[in-house]
T-cell receptor, first 114, second 113 residues
Framework: SQTIHQWPATLVQPVGSPLSLECTVEGTSNPNLYWYRQAAGRGLQLLFYSVGIGQISSEVPQNLSASRPQDRQFILSSKKLLLSDSGFYLC?????????????FGEGSRLTVL | DQQVKQNSPSLSVQEGRISILNCDYTNSMFDYFLWYKKYPAEGPTFLISISSIKDKNEDGRFTVFLNKSAKHLSLHIVPSQPGDSAVYFCAASAGGRDDKIIFGKGTRLHILP
């Protein structure tokens, strides 16, 4: 069966510090991978999505970046965090080509920038 | 520009009654719609979906209705149970290889005893 894991689960970082959130998927190949953020009053905002290794599409201009160094690994990074980067970050995967359109989410990572 | 809109931030429904959550979309290219349920500090979980070729899909207590001409869909939960208290997200996809799935802001459902 397929599983998705992301870490760390919680993170408290000072403004201006770097960020790295990791996500891995097991039990499937060639998944679409996504990073979403849930911020207060903003719902689930799509940040990045990837259809393959090294292929990243950015949805929202920001100081965040994403990378996909391996087929089932997706990393969210920042060189310098802003206060507005605080939120609940969710990694997700879906079947390439969308047989069902369903997204499978990880447990989430709570980031607090102070 | 919000392509998927959930205009009610919250909704309170008596246990046993019907809960109706609404969603509007603006992109006519969307052809697949999904509802997700989310508890605090957890990732969303898939509830039910509907393709644009249908106008209704039912799964147990959950039914999703799609009105393409109005660009509107709704989720009906009957009967509502205490465990249904959560945030519900409407989502839509236009398909293609990119397969972006766009979410609304969510509606918090409170089931009252």
């Amino acid at each position: 069966s397929q599983t998705i894991h992301q870490w760390p689960a919680t993170l408290v970082q000072p403004v201006g510090s770097p960020l790295s959130l990791e996500c891995t998927v097991e039990g499937t190949s060639n998944p679409n991978l996504y990073w979403y953020r849930q911020a207060a009053g903003r719902g689930l905002q799509l940040l990045f999505y990837s259809v393959g290794i090294g292929q990243i599409s950015s949805e929202v201009p920001q100081n965040l970046s994403a990378s996909r160094p391996q087929d089932r690994q997706f990393i969210l990074s920042s060189k310098k965090l802003l206060l507005s980067d605080s939120g609940f970050y969710l990694c997700a995967w879906s079947v390439l080509g969308r047989l069902t359109g369903e997204l499978f989410f990880g447990e989430g990572s709570r980031l607090t920038v102070l | 520009d919000q392509q998927v809109k959930q205009n009610s931030p919250s909704l309170s429904v008596q246990e046993g009654r019907i809960s109706i959550l609404n969603c509007d979309y603006t992109n006519s290219m969307f052809d697949y719609f999904l509802w997700y349920k989310k508890y605090p500090a957890e990732g969303p979980t898939f509830l039910i979906s509907i393709s644009s070729i249908k106008d209704k899909n039912e799964d147990g207590r959950f039914t999703v209705f799609l009105n393409k001409s109005a660009k509107h869909l709704s989720l009906h939960i009957v009967p509502s149970q205490p465990g249904d208290s959560a945030v519900y997200f409407c989502a839509a996809s236009a398909g293609g290889r990119d397969d972006k799935i766009i979410f609304g802001k969510g509606t918090r459902l409170h089931i009252l005893p």
